[in-house]
């Protein structure tokens, strides 16, 4: 525990604000007889019940965020920065509940939860700094009488489909920088960690958001997202999640043709080069590996170490690795919890065995752990085949180490991948941070740390993992269209 309250507490806290309901319209919608149960998954019991919602329940969500919009989006940028920074004093004024019920329904270790409620409401601060600060341009024309005012507007009501991973951080990213703009939103969060977007909008709504502006609406994904992104009124889609889904959601918006953020799947490469600092890129490896359990999509799926430093990287990382606490999120020193269900256990065990089937060798860990459920050991294997990595993400507590020889091989091998989204270095020469960090093939590098995932860090990949740009002043980019006047003086 970061603090000295109890767990018992903690869970208190969350139970207050665990609603097991929809927000339609401004209106609470209960979980009915055909709801969606909702998992701990360190306990293995149901935490709570969603509403199946209809796709007419969605659609009046839909009809109340286009009724709210002009509303919203009519008000001064300073009255929507400040209902943000009152929402995020009340995130924070709720932080030890909203990270306890983040433990529950995700499993991450309770200081991690702590970390992520900080994190998520970073972007509901930066973007409420931003909101008096939309300014458009004046354009000058070679016509000699006119001249071009350009306006930044926001795009209208937007839908936010977020991932189970950050139950809190993947929302705040995509709403307030929504809000922000003047867009309203209807978010369908993760139905295996509902509960957290839930709170999210409840403390919105206390924090004087009009009705409307925000719905939060559950059920399923086929339901649930085929009303979203068949709605003409809805007019962008920010989603985060797998590249598969991602292709799906993307192809259901073509024919309304919608605006889209698309932050999709990742098979990060993390780069040891001989002249890092072996400390420096061991901690790095590790806090960017095993954040979230390596459920992230940013964290490294693959590492490589030049083999100068193979042998030394190994040792050390072996021995980091082997001395993670894994357990329930509410134990002390806990640094991995259990993974999201069975198929994602099964997903880090088929990787380990098709590793150790093509010559790695296992270094710690390699298999489930013995508290049993969906505990798995955090693993180190050494070498086998890389391709693996390149193709799939493990999202698991599973690091493969490669050697290689010469930094022209290291980047082919690094850039052999449909994905784009994170990618790693270590080094101490600047020159080859700079020479490397822009040879990769990634939407976000980082140079000597594992740990880039920042409010102020434009978020985003290229390549098989999307499209468009999250948190940072780019963010608001993608919740904004650009209006022209042009005045033909006299
Ligand atoms: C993700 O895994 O999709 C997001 C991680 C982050 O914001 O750092």
Redesign the pocket.
């Known amino acids: 525990m970061t603090d000295q309250t109890s767990p018992e507490t903690l869970k208190s806290a969350a139970r207050a604000l665990l609603k097991e309901a929809a927000l339609v319209a401004g209106e609470w919608v209960a979980a009915g007889p055909d709801a969606v149960e909702v998992e701990d998954p360190a306990e293995e019991t149901i935490l709570g019940r969603i509403p199946k919602l209809s796709g007419d329940q969605v659609s009046q969500a839909i009809a109340a965020a286009a009724r709210a919009f002009p509303d919203w989006s009519g008000r001064k940028g300073k009255a929507r920065g400040e209902f943000l920074h009152r929402w995020a004093e009340l995130v924070a004024r709720n932080e030890q509940g909203l990270a306890a019920l983040i433990s529950l329904e995700n499993g991450k270790p309770y200081p991690e939860a702590l970390g992520e409620v900080r994190y998520a409401n970073s972007f509901i601060s930066w973007f409420a700094g931003m909101a008096e600060r939309l300014d458009g341009r004046t354009i000058d024309s070679a016509n000699a009488q006119d001249l071009i005012l350009a306006f930044r507007e926001p795009v209208g009501p937007v839908a936010a489909i977020t991932?189970w991973?950050?139950p809190a951080?993947?929302i705040t990213?995509k709403a307030a920088a929504a809000f922000c703009a003047g867009c309203t939103v209807v978010l369908k969060p993760a139905s295996a960690t509902p509960f957290t977007g839930i709170a999210l909008a409840a403390l919105a709504l206390e924090a004087g958001l009009p009705e409307g502006a925000f719905s939060v609406v559950t059920g399923a994904q086929d339901v649930v997202g085929g009303a979203l992104t068949g709605s003409a009124a809805i007019r962008k889609l920010s989603f985060?999640g797998s590249t598969e889904v991602g292709r799906k959601l993307a192809a259901q918006c073509a024919p309304s043709l919608k605006r889209l953020s698309m932050?999709l799947g990742g098979a990060a490469p993390l780069i040891v080069f001989d002249d890092a600092d072996l400390d420096v890129a061991v901690e790095g490896t590790v806090a960017g590996k095993f954040r979230a359990g390596g459920q992230?999509?940013?964290c490294p799926n693959r590492v490589y170490v030049q083999k100068g430093l193979r042998d030394a990287f190994l040792e050390k990382l072996t021995a980091k690795v082997a001395a993670l606490k894994v357990g329930k999120p509410f134990e002390d020193g806990v640094a991995i919890g259990p993974l999201i269900d069975a198929k994602g256990v099964a997903k880090v065990e088929d990787h380990v065995a098709r590793t150790v089937a093509a010559g790695g060798t296992v270094l710690t860990g390699g298999a489930r752990h013995e508290r049993g459920g969906r505990f798995f050991q955090p693993t180190v294997i050494a070498g086998g085949d890389d391709a693996l990595f390149c193709d799939e993400e493990t999202f698991g507590p599973l690091v493969p180490v490669f050697a290689f020889d010469s930094e022209d091989e290291v980047l082919e091998r690094a850039n052999a991948s449909d994905y784009g989204l994170a990618a790693f270095l270590f080094t101490d020469d600047l020159n080859r941070a700079l020479r490397v960090g822009r040879r990769l093939e990634a939407g976000i590098v980082g140079v000597n740390s594992g740990l880039i995932?920042n409010a102020a860090n434009p978020?985003g990949g290229v390549k098989q993992s999307g499209f468009g740009r999250e948190g940072s002043t780019y963010g608001i980019e993608d919740y904004l269209q650009v209006k022209s006047l042009t005045l033909a003086l006299r």
Do not use: D, G, K, L
Request: hydrophobic share 40%; glycine share 0%; net charge neutral.
């Open positions: 991932p991973n950050f951080a993947m990213r985060t932050e992230t999509c940013v995932s978020f």
